[in-house]
């Protein structure tokens, strides 16, 4: 199946961008920031001989401050406005009987490719919302200058991701300002690890650093777990529960779906009169598939639909390490990795997160705002390529791999 199908190492090299980095980060005029995926600091350490299993976060930021790196953001924070801003439009689809549903999320770049070129139909049903990547990236171009009072033009945004299919969304039209990229550059894991062995910096040797700055810095549990799948779908169960009933809970229990393509479910009940919220999750490309044809027809059980592209999700990417022989979809080890820092932050839902409070605040309003609109939301387009390919040529088309 396609999930054996992963870059091989030699395929990466035509658009290996770890020179740019470095050249970025030597530039004197040039003002570097950085974000990390939530997998990266479950996988990133195995470049380095820790057996899998190692949370490696705090050694990331100070790995990336010893190589230069100005300011070090998480993209766990952007993960929590994914939520707010997902969540919000979940909530208005369901109380919009013209809207179309099932939503399905939008954070995973390869699914979307997939959509755009195979299934245009689906796009209304996609959440408009920007992935975390890429809400971060408008972040860093927009309220970062004005809060640092950085010329947006000397900033480079630069992101750490699990695959290569992130690259390929970083590289998109609609996710520029007045043509410049809002993520200049994107690196894998494996390449994030290139970079930092050719300047000898080794992850074993740091004892690690908090994140240096005091705003978009900051994730909430629920963030870390969009790693992983049913994490995404978890996350904004919190945040719509909350909004529902007025009660925050620090996990909501999936259960094992009986449906052959979807991996686990959960129903929320709404109370009396109303009808209860369906999610489902989804995972593995060959599963999206066929529940994209289910809610084409009309007949998904479904109110909110995750998918991921990876099985297991983004913790098992393309771009993460990879040995000979050690790979399988379900990697346990990695998957403890989020699971324990979720279980064991002090701070597990989105919408109380006080550095997303203080963006809705200070720069943004609300949810679903005007501005909001405009710097976290996109629209996607019909790419029909009409070709009929096998599961893996696809695979290989919109991961670019
Ligand atoms: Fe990339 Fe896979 Fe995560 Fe999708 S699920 S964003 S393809 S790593």
Redesign the pocket.
């Given at each position: 199946g396609q999930c054996t199908v992963v870059c091989p190492t030699g395929a990466l090299q035509a658009r290996d961008q770890v020179d740019v980095a470095n050249d970025y980060l030597t530039d004197p005029g040039i003002y570097t920031v950085f974000q990390f995926a939530p997998?990266v600091r479950a996988t990133l350490g195995e470049e380095f001989g820790f057996p899998a299993g190692v949370n490696v976060e705090r050694k990331i930021v100070e790995a990336l401050k010893k190589a230069g790196a100005d300011c070090v953001l998480d993209t766990n924070f952007s993960a929590d406005v994914v939520i707010m801003e997902e969540g919000t439009e979940l909530l208005n689809r369901l109380n919009d009987k013209n809207a179309v549903l099932p939503m399905f999320t939008s954070?995973?770049?390869?699914?979307i490719n997939f959509v755009e070129l195979h299934k245009p139909e689906l796009i209304p049903h996609i959440s408009t919302t920007r992935s975390p990547q890429a809400v971060m990236g408008s972040l860093i171009k927009s309220w970062l200058p004005e809060k640092k009072g950085i010329p947006k033009e000397k900033i480079r945004s630069i992101s750490i991701?699990?695959?290569t299919?992130?690259k390929d969304e970083a590289a998109r039209q609609a996710l520029a300002k007045d043509a410049v990229p809002d993520v200049d550059l994107v690196l894998t894991v494996r390449e994030f690890a290139k970079l930092l062995k050719g300047k000898g910096i080794d992850l074993r040797k740091l004892e690690g650093q908090d994140f240096d700055t005091p705003f978009m810095s900051k994730g909430s549990g629920a963030a870390v777990i969009f790693g992983k799948t049913a994490g995404v779908a978890e996350a904004a169960a919190r945040t719509v529960y909350y909004v529902l009933t007025g009660k925050n809970v620090n996990s909501i229990q999936f259960k094992t779906s009986e449906h052959p393509h979807v991996e686990q479910e959960l129903t929320i009940d709404l109370g009396e009169g109303k009808s209860p919220l369906r999610i489902g999750v989804v995972h593995g490309l060959a599963n999206a598939d066929y529940i994209a044809d289910e809610v084409l027809s009309g007949k998904s059980p479904f109110d909110f639909i995750e998918v991921?592209?990876?099985p297991g999700?983004?913790i098992?990417?393309?771009?993460t390490p990879r040995e000979a022989g050690d790979y399988h979809p379900f990697n346990l080890e990695r998957t403890k990795v989020l699971t324990t820092i979720d279980e064991e932050h002090s701070l597990r839902q989105s919408h109380n997160n006080p550095m997303v409070k203080e963006l809705y605040k200070e720069y943004l309003g609300e949810p679903n705002s005007h501005l909001a609109h405009e710097l976290l939301h996109t629209e996607y387009q019909d790419r029909k390529s009409g070709k009929k390919l096998r599961a893996e040529d696809i695979w290989k088309e919109i991961?670019l791999c």
């Amino acid at each position: 199946g396609q999930c054996t199908v992963v870059c091989p190492t030699g395929a990466l090299q035509a658009r290996d961008q770890v020179d740019v980095a470095n050249d970025y980060l030597t530039d004197p005029g040039i003002y570097t920031v950085f974000q990390f995926a939530p997998a990266v600091r479950a996988t990133l350490g195995e470049e380095f001989g820790f057996p899998a299993g190692v949370n490696v976060e705090r050694k990331i930021v100070e790995a990336l401050k010893k190589a230069g790196a100005d300011c070090v953001l998480d993209t766990n924070f952007s993960a929590d406005v994914v939520i707010m801003e997902e969540g919000t439009e979940l909530l208005n689809r369901l109380n919009d009987k013209n809207a179309v549903l099932p939503m399905f999320t939008s954070c995973c770049p390869a699914w979307i490719n997939f959509v755009e070129l195979h299934k245009p139909e689906l796009i209304p049903h996609i959440s408009t919302t920007r992935s975390p990547q890429a809400v971060m990236g408008s972040l860093i171009k927009s309220w970062l200058p004005e809060k640092k009072g950085i010329p947006k033009e000397k900033i480079r945004s630069i992101s750490i991701m699990p695959c290569t299919a992130k690259k390929d969304e970083a590289a998109r039209q609609a996710l520029a300002k007045d043509a410049v990229p809002d993520v200049d550059l994107v690196l894998t894991v494996r390449e994030f690890a290139k970079l930092l062995k050719g300047k000898g910096i080794d992850l074993r040797k740091l004892e690690g650093q908090d994140f240096d700055t005091p705003f978009m810095s900051k994730g909430s549990g629920a963030a870390v777990i969009f790693g992983k799948t049913a994490g995404v779908a978890e996350a904004a169960a919190r945040t719509v529960y909350y909004v529902l009933t007025g009660k925050n809970v620090n996990s909501i229990q999936f259960k094992t779906s009986e449906h052959p393509h979807v991996e686990q479910e959960l129903t929320i009940d709404l109370g009396e009169g109303k009808s209860p919220l369906r999610i489902g999750v989804v995972h593995g490309l060959a599963n999206a598939d066929y529940i994209a044809d289910e809610v084409l027809s009309g007949k998904s059980p479904f109110d909110f639909i995750e998918v991921m592209s990876c099985p297991g999700g983004c913790i098992n990417g393309g771009g993460t390490p990879r040995e000979a022989g050690d790979y399988h979809p379900f990697n346990l080890e990695r998957t403890k990795v989020l699971t324990t820092i979720d279980e064991e932050h002090s701070l597990r839902q989105s919408h109380n997160n006080p550095m997303v409070k203080e963006l809705y605040k200070e720069y943004l309003g609300e949810p679903n705002s005007h501005l909001a609109h405009e710097l976290l939301h996109t629209e996607y387009q019909d790419r029909k390529s009409g070709k009929k390919l096998r599961a893996e040529d696809i695979w290989k088309e919109i991961t670019l791999c």
